[in-house]
């Protein structure tokens, strides 16, 4: 009986020294370093959904003012399938009905965007003027839905990087409408890459608000 | 007038106002709140006599305007103008009365009266 305690005994100890080795290992693995991590997943996600948008805008305002309808169709189409993806990754976060609340505000600043590519291809100052008032305003609604949806996003300066976000895509159709294309594509980049300056506080926001999500 | 008489006669009014309810000409109802864009409840059904209060919880002015962005119907057009605004409107006749937000067309909510 003794004899057999013993050997039990030590079975237990050798298979716990073993599973600590093994684990041991697994734990190794598990700590290397990795950005396949939720948050990261959210902040190259945004990144990439709002450097689209700003690529597909373009496309669609180049085809507008070059009077290619069929590819301002196929652009526009892309653009709107971009906004449903965004709405998507807000609904995904904070409900069907921020998403579904989200969606016509974001279609909304694009609608503008029309309008002020219209006034470039007609000539239209009035009808420019209008629309980038539009957008500065828009800039106030879009400020205000991200901060209502999460405290760490002040109104004041979300309002600034999309205001931001609209100029810098005026350049671009500013430069497209005077058929400058090394300009255009300059300030293409410069749009694009602004985004950044909006997905990464947007990531953080939701990761600090989430933390148990993220 | 006793003591005893006046401290009854109170304790009848407080009874009777509990009874009653403390409110002006309509009944209040717990109200809708205006935050992220939407409004919540999005559809609510009411006593007809209430006084429906609408409070804003997002930081830029929304509007409660009754019909649709294509038919406005007249009916009641409150401004709300930032956070915390807060407005009512009273709804007498039964009947449904659909709403919108004249800035956010896209903000829609409806109130059953009964």
Redesign the interface.
């Known amino acids: 009986m003794k004899r057999t305690m013993i050997r039990l005994m030590g079975g237990l100890a050798l298979l716990a020294v073993t599973a600590m080795g093994v684990g041991d290992v697994w734990a190794a693995r598990l700590n290397q370093p990795t950005s396949a991590t939720p948050a990261a997943g959210l902040r190259v996600g945004l990144n990439a959904l709002l450097s689209e948008h700003v690529y597909l805008a373009s496309a669609a305002t180049n085809a507008a003012l070059g009077g290619r309808d069929a590819e301002f169709k196929a652009a526009a189409g892309a653009l709107d399938a971009n906004s449903i993806v965004i709405s998507k990754a807000i609904g995904s976060v ?1 409900g069907p ?2 998403e ?3 969606l ?2 974001w279609r909304k600043h694009i609608g503008m965007v029309v309008d002020y590519t219209v006034g470039a291809a007609t000539s239209d100052r009035a009808k420019q003027d209008k629309a980038v008032t539009d957008l500065v305003g828009y800039t ?2 879009f ?3 991200l ?3 999460n405290p760490h996003l002040p ?1 004041a300066a979300v309002a600034d990087l999309v205001k931001h976000h609209v100029l810098t895509l005026k350049d671009v159709i500013d430069a497209q409408a005077a058929k400058d294309q090394s300009r255009a594509f300059t300030a293409l980049r410069t749009g694009a890459g602004h985004m950044q300056m909006i997905a990464d506080p947007l990531a953080e926001a939701i990761v600090t608000q989430f933390p148990d999500k993220f | 007038m006793s003591t005893h008489r006046i401290g009854k006669m109170a304790m009848a009014l407080v009874a009777g106002a509990l009874i009653l309810g403390v409110a002006g000409p309509g009944r209040s109802q717990s109200g809708v709140s205006v ?4 409004f919540r409840p999005g559809q609510l059904e009411v006593k007809a006599g209430t006084r429906l209060a609408f409070t804003n ?4 002015a929304h509007t409660v305007t009754s019909g649709t962005p294509e038919q406005p119907d007249g009916r009641f057009d409150v401004r709300l103008e930032g956070k915390g605004a807060a407005a009512s409107v009273d709804l007498g006749t039964p009947g449904a009365y659909p709403y919108f937000c004249r ?2 067309q ?2 829609r909510g409806e109130i059953r009266v009964k």
Do not use: C
Request: glycine share 4%.
């Open positions: 904070y009905d921020a579904k609340a989200f016509p505000l106030q609604d400020g205000a839905f901060a209502s949806a109104k | 935050q992220l864009f939407q919880q997002d930081d830029i800035r956010h896209s903000m």
